[in-house]
């Protein structure tokens, strides 16, 4: 987790031990991640070298290699120019360290639980970004990376896990909906939406969120069914982050999840999910789609949970760490690291200037979680109806009564 | 004429139609509403009217009618959601409680739920299992979401108005067997409240208060309570949540006795929120612990037992005599 991140050579990997977040280890690792800065180095040692490459997988769309090599695929391709990639890097780095600070703030009891993004960066940042203004996505609640995709303030993703509130965020203005903590149900919500989008005879489409542990929801194949009867333009992007909590995939499902779609009627792709190029490429391709009335399609992009399942999780208990040693010579974030310095798009003022920033956006985020006021107790009455009852107003009244009566009671 | 003779279901479908040609964004949606509409017919006709992408016949599943009803709704439109049978609301009980009904709370007033979920609810129609229950409490016991039920052709012609209009989600209970009851519908008058409940026949001896397909038997209760020289006062409650309890507090204060009526086994149902709320208003009045006539606590039973196990005229007269002997 925190010891990993700061990680920089292969050969540090080899020796690095995973070992559970304890609150001890995770203020060390906090320490010296404030102290470290690894991108002094330009060129780090080719990260993927000597790693095994993902399992045979025929059908997995890459275009960067896990060495940082750019590679072509037959039938999806990308161009970007230096600032798009370097903005692309920018957003990887940056909300890794949200997170990374996150956790921390977590292990020292700011936050009630966090859900790390760790290792799914690259998934989430090209899925983001492959996002146009109109569009509308459906988040989990471990959509931090696309949050940020689209503007929303991390302090208001924070406030959920701090307890203020259930996301501060504006979802409309945003385009992002709240977090959904029931598994499965914003794939629903999403395809709703679409069938709104369709009425409205707008050209925009709408990303739905979800996970390799969901697929085995109910809801979720209801709302492949909707969308393919409808030919509804959502698009799934499934992160199979290989476990649900504790539960590896092949408890949900016995073929490959990109392979469902074909049961719906829909097409379905597999994608490096660590791949940040692949992911835009496809997820631009799968949205552009729907736009133009091609209805849904299903994104499966295989990446790895690098961390826990949440702050509350301990995932030594079922997970190899040998595993995780393999997952991290594939990391998201040094792939396109190594092929913005070999191809010189990149130099180090500019590594030097991102680290700078992820440790601005670092201590903003401490600084604005420890001074985050607790909300008001008539909060919760306050949006229960857009027009309250006579019933809850009295509660209220009687609640704030109640309240009132210890002041200066010393209570 | 404004005044026409309708079965609540004709109302229903007049009041839906009146709905959908007041606001564009009305959409409805359902398992069988489109070509054949609905199994009880509720929806006849205006999928021939509105097309095919404001009456949608849904894929089968119960979940994905309230899920995507939420997504609907987060875009602008105003989902009308039939579940064919009270039974069948389950698959969907999740999207309603987890996600329709803290919506607004959640996104702390950005996002309006003004979704109607139409439940066809209540037995007495000889159905099998799973067509012939009453699973109001579960939703009035949901904070963020409303629960009404409609006990006449009036009601039922303004209510399905004024639930579509409404901001918040809202469970409408239609109560099945008395689909076909008829009475004159005025159109152009001004509707009651949706969320008040009424004095239907005055009293001096009980308060009876009953709401949905149980506010006829309470009715045919006091007829027959009166041939006896006992004067019942029934309320139709109309609306379960919010519950308006002033007519009924206003009432108990002056018959000292009240008896609540209900198809919903008794254990945790609305007789005993009633019960509670009313003994606390009303103590130093009552004559008589409130008492409750309603389902028993047994799964609903094969419809040859039903008649035995749903509140009829003697059962609520029974339960009045009850409390007249304390």
Redesign the interface.
Known sequence: MCEWCHTRAPRDVHTARFEPATPAAAADGEEEHVSVSSATEVVDPVPGAGAPHLPRQPDLVQLLTPEGERVAHPEYAIDLDAEELRDLYRDLVLVRRWDVEATALQRQGELGIWASLLGQEAAQIGAGRALQPGDMAFPTYREHGVAWTRGVDPLHVISLFRGV???GW???ATAF??Y?V?IG?Q??????????????GAESAVLAFLGDGATSQ??VN??M??AA?FSAPVVFFCQNNQYAISVPLERQSRVPLYQRAAGFGFPGVRVDGNDVLAVLAVTRAALAAAREGQGPTFIEAFTYRMGAHTTSDDPTRYRLASELEEWKLRDPIARVKAYLSRSGVADAEFFAAVEAEADELAARIRRGTTEMPDPPGTAMF??????Q????AQQQAEFEAYQASFEGGGH | MATQTLTIGKALNLGLRKAMEDDAKVVLMGEDIGRLGGVFRITDGLQKDFGEDRVVDTPLAEAGILGTAVGLAMRGYRPVCEIQFDGFVFPAYNQIVTQVAKIHARSRGRLTMPIVIRIPFGGGIGAVEHHSESPEAYFAHTPGLKVVAVSNPVDAYWGIQQAIAHPDPIVFLEPKRRYWDKAEVDTAATPDPLFASRVVRGGDDVTVLAYGPMVKTALQAAQAAAEEGRSLEVVDLRTISPLDLDPVVDSVRRTGRCVVVHEAPVTLGLGAEIAARVTEACFHSLEAPVLRVGGYDTPYPPSKLEEEYLPDLDRVLDVVDRAMGF
């Open positions: 509130d259930n996301g504006d979802p409309v909906n709240l959904t029931v149900a794939t629903l919500h999403a395809t709703g939406y679409a069938m709104g989008v369709q009425r409205d109910g809801e209801e709302a069914i909707w009867s306050d949006q229960v109806y857009a027009e009852t006579p019933h809850l």
